[in-house]
C-alpha cells in the first residue's frame, strides 16, 4: 500500500508561481511512476506531468509544457511539481497518483492523494 498526501495549492495571481508537494508513505514507494492530474468543476480529470521511479523521463501535458517542471526526491518520499507563469485556466484541483508501470498519461493509476486547491485569479 502507498499512501499520498498533496500540498502547496493555494491562492495566486496570474503569472504566479506554486510548488506543489506530494508525499508518499507506504512501502516501495521509490519503485513508482508518479503522475500529476488535475480537475477543474464540471471538468473531467486530465494529465499535468508524470516522473519515472528513477527520475530520468519526465512527461508534460502540452498545455502546461515549458512552464511546469515535475521532479521528485527519493530519498524523502517526495515529488514535486512546480509551476509557474500560472493562468486563470489552471485553476483545478490537483492530484497526484502512483503507479508501477503502463502509459503514464492514462489515469488507471493505482494509488490517488486527496488533492489540493490551486486557484489562479485574472
Known amino acids: 500500500q502507498v499512501q499520498l498526501a498533496e500540498s502547496g495549492g493555494g491562492l495566486v495571481q496570474t503569472g504566479g508561481s506554486l510548488r506543489l508537494s506530494c508525499e508518499a508513505s507506504g512501502r516501495n514507494f521509490n519503485n513508482y511512476a508518479v503522475g500529476w492530474f488535475r480537475q477543474a468543476p464540471g471538468k473531467e480529470r486530465e494529465f499535468v506531468a508524470a516522473i519515472t521511479w528513477s527520475g530520468d523521463m519526465s512527461w508534460y501535458a502540452d498545455s502546461v509544457k515549458g512552464r511546469h517542471t515535475i521532479s521528485r526526491a527519493n530519498a524523502k518520499n517526495t515529488v514535486y511539481l512546480q509551476m509557474n507563469n500560472l493562468k486563470p485556466e489552471d485553476t483545478a484541483v490537483y492530484y497526484c497518483?502512483?503507479?508501477?508501470?503502463?502509459?503514464?498519461?492514462?489515469?488507471?493509476?493505482?494509488?490517488w492523494g486527496q488533492g489540493t486547491q490551486v486557484t489562479v485569479s485574472s
Open positions: 497518483a502512483a503507479r508501477p508501470s503502463g502509459n503514464v498519461r492514462d489515469p488507471q493509476y493505482d494509488y
